[in-house]
């Protein structure tokens, strides 16, 4: 045992002296988020925070937002809260210290060196000293911080070797697990972490010096391992890894009941437990088997509110851990289910059947809200209340008068014990079909037409309008709604489309409450605009009924192509020749268009007089590359080879 009373002096007078080094930092709106989590203890108003890889403690509020922080903790462990909530208390391994933080500033207010080359690692307050463990797998004990102990007077308030040997056979084995209830001041619970086997200690520290209340040896006869201890408010037991009630009397542990397994807890000071249970917090009243509530959370640690009305728990967040709030703890969530049919008859009656249960009783007689949704209520219209039964299930009849997708939405408002609930379930209501029909399927007109297409529009209930839409062919060019609006008194409504392009055109009518959606489509087909030019040519004249452009024999025809672009568009060079009266097809070849849309092709001399030869240029939908147009031929250019 060393004797440090003359150096932890020294050590407190320096730090107080030096408290630029963890200056409390602003306040920020940001929620808090923690890499390393460093302990977790609430007050009235607000939630601390130790962050042990950044070395610093963050204040949030209620609603997680950060509104204060400090540096300078290095390595923080955990935190504890006096009794009167003015001071904090983190453990700082790092710098082997308890550093004592002003709880509404989180400024530095002293520095309590720990002569120890192990901890200090977990801290409680109770009875008006800080209680902290330390020392290594084999050698770890208890410790004490009395605030009231003023150094300048050569008094040490750091005291350590505090656990009482006498009657543990063995004493502490490691840094052990430490906690404390507001309800029974002066009781400290201790959950050994050097042995699998768990060896736990009750203490009571309300002389300042702690006396053995109760003690288990590492046996495996109650716990196989310590990863957290909660002191059970309103009983003498202590609740272990948050599932196992080890009772205390007569100086030892027996068990005395569990909870479904879980990981850890916190225990709230009106007996309510709040466990993690891998990506669960369940929240369960005093002994109970079935949670009150269940939040579908994955935490590291849970801290109740001190009036028990939300549970603050650090769940991962982007490498880190966020503070989170998870409200209404005490209120049990019901399930609700709602069974309509599949489909239904339009006008005829159908029943809606479901059940209301949860886990916490329901009021007997319990009312839900039923609101049906449908084409003509798209705001929802409601319907008669509906009673519970005794077991949970209910029923009614409605009659939809409007087709298509009917939804049922019943809601349980809540009661004093449970949260609201609301669930749904649609069913497709028949609707009578009508007719639609659009003119020009299938037709070819020339580039640039202007077609007019007409929608014809049968019986309906109430709705007569029709949407015209446009698809020219080409990703280039979108969808396009060119006409919306109500037929005229022959059903009809009409459109104007420039036909440059292929185009599905297609009249939408969406449907009403008694007759079914419908769209009709027709596809019309524009041909390509196409030309040929013809130059060098020396003259142009008739031969019989045709025009010839007259060449030399040694002269070669340049023929310009223009058609409308596209992108990689080409366009068929056809080429024949007159011979003992008939026309012989001599090659056809795709030359690609420019961005200009042109296409020029040398012909080549034939060197020969007396030569007749005729070319056409054709987009072909597909082998040119596209099928934006339909397949169109220009006119044949008729050529003469003189000497």
Partial sequence: MRSTSAATALAVLFSSAALSVAAAGPASAATAVVASPGGIVTDGQRVFLGDSSAGKVLAADHTGAVRASVSGVAGVTDLALSEDGATLYAASPARHEIVALDAATLGVKARYAVATDTGPRHVAFSAGKVWFTYGDQWDGDLGSVDPAVDPETGADPVALAQFPKEGTSVGMWGQALLDTD?????????????????????????????????????????????????????????LVNGTDRDAYADGKFAKAGAYPAGQRADVASDGLIAQIAGSKVAVYRPNAKQPVRTYSVTASDVAWAPDSSRIFALVPSGGGYALKALTNPTLNVPTLTVNAPATAARAKPLTVTGKLSATVPLPAGAQLSVTRTDIESPNGKALPAVTVKADGTYSFTNTPPAGGKVKYTVKYAGDATHTSATASDTVEVSRAATSLSLNNNGKVYGYGADVRFTAHLGKTYKNRTVEIWADPYGKDKP???????????NGNLSAVVDMKRNTAVTAVFKGDARYK?????????ARAKVSVAVSKHYKKAKIGTKTYYWFRKSTDPLLTTTMNYYQGRQQRFDLQVYYQGSWYALDSEYFQLGPDGKSAVSLGAPGEAGIKARMRSVYVKGSSGDNVNATTYSSWKYLYFSN
């Fill in 479 to 489: 969808k396009k709604l060119i006409k919306k609006g109500t037929v005229n008194s």
């Fill in 517 to 525: 959606p419908k769209t009709v489509k027709s596809t019309a087909y």
């Fill in 182 to 238: 507001p309800q029974r001041p002066g009781v400290l619970a201790v959950g050994e972490t050097g042995l699998s086997t768990g060896s736990m200690a009750v203490l009571d520290v309300s002389s300042g010096t702690p006396q053995l209340t109760a003690w288990h040896s590492g046996d495996y006869s109650l716990n196989h391992g310590i990863g957290d201890v909660d002191l059970v408010a309103g009983a003498d037991e202590v």
